[in-house]
């Protein structure tokens, strides 16, 4: 089995274009978390023309709802939250530049059609292993709407943080050639 690939964030299209379906990946920089909730407000923003609490070129999210961790963790568990309830918002951030996201489970035609004509990946993290992948995250920063508890606008800084390419820029997926209908 090959060496995992390592990857600095932020991303550039050069660089998503060539992973492939089955890879696997290792996570260092800035990764931001959002899950529905925090979607719906990004999409929100574009709508009323307002900035978004981040550069969305280059960038990853994360699809996490952390749990409080420990005095000494940053988050007591990290797992993967199930993607396609971020479909609907996707295809918007995607043009805009976002390079990766990060859950588990298919996503839908819409957002696989996005992510191949703009160069963006998405990595699907292990379910279960949210203590496991906990370890990666050495700092955490809430960016926006802290209302939102667990699922507000995080920015996290990871070190080798293990993933693998579910589908490519070029559309191929480890769940089949069908996305989600």
Known sequence: MSEPI???????????????????????????????????????LLDQKQPLPFDMDGAIIYYVGPTPGAPDQVFGAA?????????????????LGLRGMIGKGNRSPEVVD???QHGAVY??????????LAKCIVKSETVAWDDLGAEALRRLEVVNFPVVVAIDAEGTSLYGNQAME
């Open 79 to 95: 797992g993967p939250t199930t993607s396609y309830r971020m479909d609907a918002y996707a295809p918007r951030l995607i043009a």
């Open 114 to 116: 996005a992510m191949k």
């Open 6 to 44: 390592k990857l600095t964030t932020p991303l550039t299209e050069d660089q998503t274009r060539v992973l492939r379906a089955g890879d696997q990946i290792r996570i260092s920089g800035v990764v931001y978390t959002a899950r529905d909730a925090a979607h719906k407000r990004l999409v929100e």
């Open 123 to 132: 990595f699907a993290a292990t379910g279960g292993a949210g203590a496991l």
